[in-house]
């Protein structure tokens, strides 16, 4: 039976494991798919060792997606513009293959499940960090009118911005409302919330974030209050899945259903 695993540290807490099972049931896949605690000194050895004992594919997350990145020999051009690798495979003729689909996981699931167009649309980005890195390319790709990076420490902005060709703000220059507001940062986690004006939203705007928790995150719930709709990143989790999945199987799973179980069951 084909190996697959996800490796992090910490990564008994992974659902990456559970959402496989679903897809490999809906899609008639014969896989496993298992965790793997990486180690800080060994992360590398233990990626070949999983290929050498002819493991099909692995899913990398915090803290090694940079360290992914460095180890392989074939990028895809998404995995080149984040700097990170949150998906493996080896070639056929030996060579390491990386891959990110967080990005393209958030715009599918925009996009697909929610029913949102990113093209022609103002977007703000709140954060300038790993997350955000990882989702610039595919959201460029569809076209939007502008996208504005929004950061506390506007350099970091600024030298994200010029990388992807987009604008940069500190949070006291902005200029709402946005039509697309996205939060990649990682505030809700601690439940705080970037400096944000409310003018930045009106009724129209269309707010995400990619953090998920069972009740409606700080950031939703500012944008609730300001008469903006929106939805959190599960279905980012389950899109970036997918997403690999498909590269791994060839097979593109439905993702809205199982979204919808995991909510029922937080």
């Known amino acids: 039976m084909d190996q697959?695993?996800?490796?992090?540290?910490?990564?008994?807490?992974s659902k990456s494991p559970s959402i496989h099972a679903y897809f490999a049931q809906q899609t008639g896949q014969d896989l496993v798919y298992s965790t793997l605690l990486g180690d800080e000194v060994e992360f590398e050895n233990q990626v070949r060792d999983f290929f050498e004992k002819d493991?099909?594919?692995l899913n990398i997350t915090v803290p090694f997606k940079e360290r992914a990145f460095a180890m392989c020999d074939i990028l895809s051009q998404r995995a080149k513009q984040a700097g990170a690798v949150n998906t493996?495979?080896?070639?056929?003729?030996?060579?390491?293959?990386?891959?990110?689909?967080?990005?393209?996981?958030?715009?599918?699931d925009i996009i697909k499940n929610h029913g949102q167009s990113l093209t022609a649309k103002s977007i703000l980005i709140l954060g300038a960090g790993g997350a955000v890195r990882g989702v610039l390319e595919p959201i460029l790709a569809e076209n939007p009118e502008s996208v504005t990076i929004a950061n506390r420490t506007l350099e970091k902005a600024h030298a994200l911005a010029d990388q992807f060709d987009c604008l940069a703000s500190s949070f006291e220059d902005l200029e709402g409302p946005f039509?697309?507001?996205?939060n990649g940062t990682s505030a809700s986690l601690s439940g705080s919330l970037p400096p944000l004006k409310d003018a930045l939203v009106n009724a129209e705007t269309w707010c995400y974030d990619m953090m998920y928790g069972k009740d409606r995150t700080v950031f939703l719930q500012w944008a609730h209050e300001r008469g903006a709709d929106g939805a959190d990143g599960?279905?980012?989790?389950?899109?970036?899945?997918?997403?690999?999945?498909?590269?791994?199987?060839q097979v593109r799973p439905?993702?809205?259903?199982?979204?919808?179980?995991?909510?029922?069951?937080?």
Do not use: C
């Open 4 to 13: 697959y695993a996800v490796v992090g540290n910490p990564i008994a807490h």
């Open 179 to 182: 039509d697309i507001i996205i």
């Open 55 to 57: 493991g099909k594919g």
């Open 88 to 108: 493996l495979m080896m070639g056929k003729n030996g060579d390491l293959f990386g891959d990110n689909t967080d990005g393209v996981g958030m715009v599918r």
């Open 234 to 249: 599960l279905g980012m989790l389950v899109g970036q899945a997918a997403e690999a999945f498909y590269l791994w199987r």
């Open 254 to 266: 439905e993702t809205a259903s199982l979204v919808d179980d995991m909510r029922q069951q937080m």
